[in-house]
């Protein structure tokens, strides 16, 4: 003990570096001494800068420290020596200044401070809590405004937060669930791109406005990939002469994509001057460098076209009711908004005749500010269920069979397998009727309760929903052909509508309800094609036209978080 006390008391008064490197040669000084790893010098510059020594340390020889000595505990102590601390001290010190590299690291980081002696000194450090391990609550609705408060870390993506919430809420996930930025006071919406920040999307709302993140579906978010032809007509899109002129549509988003061509979107634009309540019409051009109107007709000259907006600090926003908060004249109207402001002054207000125009400006407004970005949004779902595990090979084996004879014999013609299988659902949901028949609920003859019962679960049945409201649901989800739903019918309590979307306008189709001989059916068709209840019909309606414009393809889904 006494030449420990010694050897710690020659470091302390040893004037010069040489001589302290004389007592470590000698062995002395030597780390194995020390009784545990915590004893080990430190690096003075892996030292955090608000780390404090307290102003006593008590040595093991019990030496106690004047008060004249306090101002040397205040100074931080130098480096030993760097070149003679072995590597495994080198590894002790990073696994102490580094917790969070470790597994126990949530027990390290909910620790206010971490203590570890010094030379005999005490050193206290506060916790240090990485980047990434940052969490915030936030706050997600949907249509019905039913809200969930989940903790996220702060680098979460939109595409994160929607992955959450299927799992969460048991969702199929078809890649259309969308987090949506709502800013109710100024009476305006947009998606959130998949790759955007969440956490810099709220930074840029104000404290005191109605603002808030909705999670829904939206199947228009990523088709303009799929179906360029209805997203851009040929009456609004050029290309420069630099790329030869006009240019087939099926080439046109590679266009977009490629930033050294340059793809233009022309055409008439309601726009509210600021300062005025009236809306006038002008003739806009958008190109890469930004948005532009003509102060002379049609005229494209650049002393004739006046700057309006560039995308790389501004999204573009939808109305959520053009004609009652705006006054615009039609009800397709779309803004464009600084983010770094949030005055309703500052919003560029434009108006479009039609549905099919307000989707052409908003979807290359949105190419034109994140380029190829968005087409890896798009592709990185597929990519996704091209990189999951192969079924395996009994699944792969798989064969549809008829043991309806006296024979087993195996199905191959596709349609004929198709038709079984569609037979054996109808089959069962019979079977369920005449099950709940006997249970005591009356009898498919006698009233539909029991088909009510069975379609009540599906997620396109609706109930109680007006036709604005249905109209309203379907905008949201996404105008694109074979969005539909169906609900109950407010003129006629007796009978069912079916909504549809079909080149960008909603249409509403009634389902008559048709007793033959003490049988009730559904028909959409005056009777022609019956059905015996609404899962059938639509079942029916999916895979084939009939009367419809189109085929269903998408429901919409409301859920309750």
């Known amino acids: 003990m006494s030449d420990m006390s010694n050897t710690l008391e020659d470091i302390h008064t040893s004037d010069s570096l040489g001589e302290k490197a004389e007592i470590f040669g000698s062995g002395k000084g030597n780390v194995s001494g020390f009784s545990s790893p915590s004893l080990i010098p430190l690096h003075a510059p892996l030292q955090p800068p608000n780390a404090q020594l307290s102003r006593t340390a008590v040595c093991q020889g019990n030496r106690k420290i004047k008060e004249g000595e306090e101002s040397l505990l205040a100074a931080p102590v130098p480096s030993l020596f760097p070149e003679l601390i072995p590597s495994t001290v080198s ?70 937060i929607c992955q959450l919430f299927v799992l969460k809420n048991h969702c199929i996930d078809d890649h259309s669930w969308t987090l949506f930025e709502h800013l109710s006071h100024l009476g305006i919406e947009r998606i959130i791109e998949d790759h955007e920040s969440v956490m810099e999307v709220l930074s840029g709302w104000g404290m005191d406005t109605d603002s808030r993140l909705y999670f829904r579906k939206n199947y228009a978010k990523y088709e303009f990939f799929n179906k360029p032809l209805d997203s851009f007509p040929d009456h609004m899109v050029s290309i420069s002469s630099e790329t030869n002129g006009m240019m087939n549509h099926s080439q046109l988003i590679q266009t977009f994509l490629n930033s050294s061509t340059c793809p233009e979107i ?126 395996s090979i009994s699944e792969n084996s798989l064969v549809a069979m008829d043991f309806s004879g006296h024979k087993s014999r195996v199905i191959e013609n596709p349609s004929e397998a198709l038709s079984v299988a569609v037979e054996e659902g109808l089959s069962w949901r019979r079977k369920s009727c005449h099950r709940l028949s006997s249970h005591g609920s009356p009898s498919t003859s006698q009233s539909p309760m029991s088909n009510i019962a069975l379609h009540m679960a599906q997620p396109w049945f609706h109930s109680k929903l007006s036709r604005d409201e249905a109209h309203l649901l379907i905008t949201q989800q996404g105008l694109i052909d074979g969005v539909f739903l169906l609900r109950d019918s407010q003129s006629n309590p007796n009978t069912f509508v079916l909504s549809l979307c079909h080149t960008q306008r909603i249409k509403h189709f009634q389902i008559l309800p048709v007793d033959e001989e003490g049988e009730l059916f559904y028909s959409l068709d005056d009777g022609h094609t019956r059905f015996t209840d609404l899962i059938q019909l639509v079942d029916f309606y999916q895979l084939n036209r009939g009367v419809l414009p189109c085929k269903l393809k998408h429901h919409c889904a409301r859920i309750t978080l």
């Open 266 to 391: 022309h055409g008439h634009l309601h726009a509210k001057e600021q300062g005025r309540k009236s809306w006038k019409k002008f003739y806009f051009v958008l190109r890469r460098s930004g948005l532009y109107f003509s102060n002379k007709g049609t005229s494209k000259e650049p002393r004739h076209l006046q700057f309006i907006a560039e995308f790389s600090d501004s999204d573009v926003y939808t109305f959520l009711s053009a004609r009652k908060i705006h006054g615009a004249p039609t009800d397709y109207g779309f803004c464009v908004k600084s983010t770094k402001c949030g005055s309703p002054r500052d919003l560029k207000l434009l108006c479009a005749d039609d549905e099919q125009t307000r989707t052409c400006w908003v979807t290359a407004m949105r190419l034109f500010k994140y380029g190829m970005q968005l087409y890896q949004n798009f592709i990185q779902p597929h990519q996704k269920q091209k990189t999951s595990p192969m079924r």
């Open 91 to 160: 590894s002790l010190v990073s696994d102490c200044l580094l917790p969070w590299t470790k597994s126990g690291a949530t027990q390290l980081l909910c620790t206010e401070e971490r203590s570890m002696n010094f030379h005999a000194r005490r050193v206290t450090l506060p916790a240090i809590t990485p980047l990434c391990l940052q969490k915030r609550v936030i706050k997600v609705y949907t249509e019905d405004n039913t809200s969930r408060a989940v903790e996220v870390p702060t680098d979460i993506t939109a595409r994160d």
